[in-house]
């Protein structure tokens, strides 16, 4: 039970009631991840392969002094015409709760809020993790603590390709937070399905996945796991060919000046630029499969419940 201000869609709440299968969906997607009216289009459309999966979707946001676990159409609307949107994270979503402002959820606010109401399992497309020059920058983020800490499995295409993704594997071995591929033994890269790293763990079904996930609520362990979800092969951009994009995009931050929560938003801009949009083909793609998988594991783990 909580007393968190939250303000859960009907069928969220009868699904989460019933013992159902529901899968929460970020919100930064759809407010800095393309313009209007795209952004609601696809989020409808990652809706939409979540019901067409079997489980009931809920996208998170902040609105009007209440966290809102699934949005109904017109909210979403709401929200996809909100350009000054915040983008929140653990440390600034009670702030924008008492302000009343309205707020776009990143990964860990996330987790946050599905937490608080219950739901096991999240899709979105890339974790945050551990910024290129991190050794000097200190930028790491807060996705990764987020882990560590709060019991939802997340299912993502691996950390986003613009970070050092060697040293986020590491930030999260550190944090003993469980890294498992899925359907193969590399660690994907966001755009690209491999990233030359082995991943700890491999699950090749769902129903395995939603076992661990159950296991470690029976021995008591804090945090969850990343599912690390390779993109469809059709829509993939290998790392060779994504990789000058990347590390072009990352010396016009530099030279710009462009830092903290403004850096993964230019640079995910930027590489759209470089690749004449096959970037926001793969996004989009890539969050799609995850929201399927995650359909699988939230039914997986009603369904083991059941059985018990």
Not at 26 to 48: C, D, F, L, R, W
Not at 137 to 160: C, M, N, R, W, Y
Not at 233 to 255: F, K
Request: with cysteine.
């Amino acid at each position: 039970m909580t007393n968190a201000p939250l303000s859960i869609l009907p069928e969220v709440a009868d699904a989460l009631a019933a013992g159902g299968a529901v899968v929460a969906l970020e919100s930064t997607i759809i407010t800095h991840g393309m313009p209007y009216p795209q952004n609601v289009e696809m989020a409808k459309t990652v809706e939409q392969d979540i019901r067409d999966g079997g489980a009931i979707p809920a996208t998170i946001a902040v609105m009007a002094g209440k966290i809102h676990i699934g949005l109904s159409p017109e909210q979403l609307e709401t929200l996809g015409k909100t350009p000054d949107a915040r983008k929140l994270s653990r440390a600034d979503m009670a702030a924008c709760l008492i302000s009343g402002d309205t707020g776009a959820t990143t990964v860990a606010a996330t987790m946050i809020g599905a937490r608080l109401a219950g739901i096991d399992v999240f899709a979105t497309g890339g974790i945050g993790g551990v910024h290129r020059g991190a050794e000097t920058s200190f930028d790491i983020s807060a996705d990764l603590h987020e882990l560590a800490q709060t019991p939802v499995t997340v299912i993502a295409a691996g950390a986003k390709a613009i970070l050092d993704i060697p040293k986020t594997m590491e930030v999260l071995e550190t944090l003993g937070v469980p890294v498992i591929a899925y359907g193969q033994s590399e660690i994907p890269a966001f755009w690209a399905r491999a990233s030359g790293l082995i991943a700890p763990l491999r699950f090749d079904s769902a129903t395995e996945i939603a076992a661990a996930h159950l296991m470690r609520a029976r021995l008591g362990l804090t945090g969850g796991q990343l599912v690390a979800n390779p993109i469809p092969l059709a829509d993939e951009i290998p790392l060779p060919e994504i990789l000058p994009m990347v590390e072009q995009a990352l010396a016009e931050a530099e030279a710009q000046g462009i830092a903290a929560k403004s850096v993964t938003p230019f640079l995910l801009g930027r590489i759209f630029e470089l690749t004449e949009g096959r970037s926001l083909t793969a996004n989009i793609s890539l969050v799609r499969n995850n929201a399927r998988l995650g359909a699988e594991i939230a039914i997986a783990i009603s369904k083991a419940r059941r059985n018990r």
